[in-house]
């Protein structure tokens, strides 16, 4: 610079102010275009704060229903057969009394389902006669298992340990079997018959928190269960356990041990799902091809400026060589037009995030969810509309600033 | 470098503007390169003086375009040296060219050359967005500038909503409000009817009488004559 002549004039200049000032000027008084133009971005945007939102409140309504009940439930299955032919069944006869032992275990027992021959029905009188609830299948399950179950007593009262040990001809049943088997009172002490063993309905449950299927099945103490019709099949049987909070993976440690202890692989335990593991998994399921088809509309988003970005260079070159002549210099137009889109992108960028945001909220309201968006979502969104309409703008900027001024002027 | 702005900044009247020509074109000529080599300017010697009204006239293709580019800066010539307020405008690079073009010129175009979305203020206020006169300033001497060429009511007005005669002073406003050493008009009355024409060149003639430098291009004799001295250029060549 100190080689060359010293500046006869000052540069001409155009302060970001201006630039800024300029690029509104040129929205506001354009504004259908304006919309327009922004649309684009608005839809890109938009769904891209949707999908986030949606996703992270899914998410956390499946951490919601992840609730006590599933956290506190183990259950043990019998795999002795699959691990020797020759194993016999997996739970000792004492498994409730062994597994009182363990600390954080609540309740818990064996059931299983038994297996009876198609001619075998239940209803009210012994089988081939009457009107008997067919398809109803009888479950074994030892005092502990019925209280694992967390049932609601409707009337009557849950067979025990006495039950269980004189071998007692008492059977459980849900309301809804009850209706159907025209049960409505136990004051009439009714009879219920197993093929053709007659038990006395000891109590009726109106709900069972767990496994409710068994509101339609005949709950019989194990032990009477295993005199009538022998022990379960191999694998038939399994252990539901009822744990303190906080004591379901311990549990599901020790539960094997404490029931076999010189065989513990012929028990496998399950533990509750870990619920951090749930909600990645949802998340990756979902966003992953929600998010691209967000990306997808952003790009038609920025095609969209560009494409309007260009056709205005094309459209205002009388504008551009007006402007060089009044002393702009090349990259003071590119600067120009860079801004507009910029602005545009960052305009569809704010009204696109508020849009998403919406969305999550009314699909929230019909769900009846709790929306939750990561704020950074919040924050990151308009600025990808910004970054949007800037890279739109380049082309569009670099042709403006190679428009010849004087040929642009003679229009 | 800095030191020198802010001096030229702080005196909007150039110090060597003195007693020397306001365009002093010595030899100057402007050949595009081929093929084939058109010459659309001779090589040719002029010199308008501060005060002048000069007008240059030739009919259409005869080089007037190409002789408006060159005087304005917006073409370099290709031989001769064009001097403006006595700088050497052919050494100077693009960035200075530029900024000699906005701050010494005043554009008048035979279109007009308005934004359509913008107010009459707004557009003479254009003038001096790129010279770093803070806004409110422009805005003060944008409608200071209307007020000079009988626009002072008319302030607000897209250019949608003016005559054409009114666009055409609203234009001088913004050629004006630079306050530069040369009012350049490319046909200002070529859309024009014949009352706003008069209008018009009346009001060249009173910016002249306030010691306007003045250079009218036109292809109407009529025009011409208004001015005090009046060039001819035909075929690219200019004949004093």
Known sequence: MSATPPSAVAPTRLSVRDALAEAVAGMLRRPGRAVLTALGTVLGVG???????????????????????????????????????????????????????????????????????????????????????????????????????????????????????????????????????????????????????????????????????????????????????????????????????????????????????????????????????????????????????????????????????????????????????????GRHVSAQFLTESAALGALGGLVGTSLGEMTVVGVCLVRDWTPVIHPVTVAAAPLTGLVTGLLAGLYPAWRAARVEPAEALRR | MRLLRRQSRQDPQPSDEGDSPVIELRGVGLTYPGPPPVEALHPCDLTVRRGEFITVVGPSGSGKSTFLNVAGLLDSPTSGRYLLDGIDTAALPDRERTALRGRRIGFVFQSFHLLPHRSALENVALAMLYT????????????????????????????????????????????????????????????????????????????????????????????????HRTVTIRDGRLHP
Not at chain 1, 97 to 110: D, F, M, N, P, S
Not at chain 1, 195 to 217: C, K, N, W, Y
Not at chain 1, 224 to 235: C, D, F, K, S
Not at chain 2, 190 to 215: E, R
């Open chain 1, 47 to 329: 769904s891209f704060v949707a999908v986030l939102g949606l996703t992270a409140t899914i998410s956390a309504q499946i951490d919601g229903r992840f609730n006590v009940l599933t956290a506190t439930e183990v259950s043990v299955e019998d795999v002795a057969a699959q691990q020797n032919e020759f194993a016999g069944p997996g739970f000792p006869a004492d498994a409730e009394q062994r597994l009182r032992a363990v600390a954080g275990i609540e309740h818990a027992g064996v059931l299983w389902t038994v297996r009876l021959d198609s001619r075998t029905t239940v209803g009210p009188l012994p089988s081939g006669a009457g009107d008997p609830a067919t398809g109803t299948a009888v479950v074994a399950a030892s005092p502990g298992a019925v209280a694992a179950l967390v049932p609601t007593l409707q009337q009557g009262r849950l067979y025990d340990d006495f039950a269980e040990r004189g071998h007692e001809r008492v059977v459980v049943i849900g309301s809804g079997l009850a209706a159907r088997l025209g049960i409505t009172t136990l004051a009439t002490r009714p009879a219920l018959y197993i093929g053709q063993e007659p038990f006395t309905v000891a109590g009726i449950v109106a709900d069972l928190e767990r496994r409710p299927e068994h509101l339609m099945s005949v709950l019989v103490p194990r032990a009477t269960a295993e005199q009538l019709w022998g022990p379960p099949a191999p694998g038939a049987a399994s252990v539901l356990i009822a744990t303190e909070l906080g004591a379901a993976r311990q549990v599901a440690d020790l539960a094997p041990l404490a029931l076999r202890p010189d065989h513990p692989e012929y028990l496998k335990a399950v533990p509750p799902p870990d619920p951090r593991m749930l909600r990645s998994g949802v998340t990756a399921d979902l966003s992953a091809l929600f998010l691209l088809l967000a990306g997808i509309c952003l790009v038609i988003g920025a095609v969209g400026i560009a494409n309007t970005t260009l056709v205005a260079v094309l459209e205002r070159t009388g504008e551009i060589g007006l402007r060089r002549a009044l002393g702009a210099r």
């Open chain 2, 132 to 227: 770093g006169i803070p806004r409110a300033q422009r805005l003060v001497r944008a409608r200071a500038a209307l007020d000079q060429v009988g626009l002072g009511h008319r302030t607000g007005a897209v250019p949608g909503r003016l005559s054409g005669g009114e666009r055409q002073r609203v234009a001088i406003a913004r050629a004006l409000v630079g306050r530069p050493s040369l009012l350049l008009c490319d046909e200002p009355t070529g859309n024009l009817d014949s009352a706003n024409a008069a209008s018009v060149l009346g009001l060249l003639d009173d910016l002249h009488g306030a010691g306007m430098t003045v250079l009218v291009i036109t292809h109407d004799p009529e025009v011409a004559r208004r001015g």
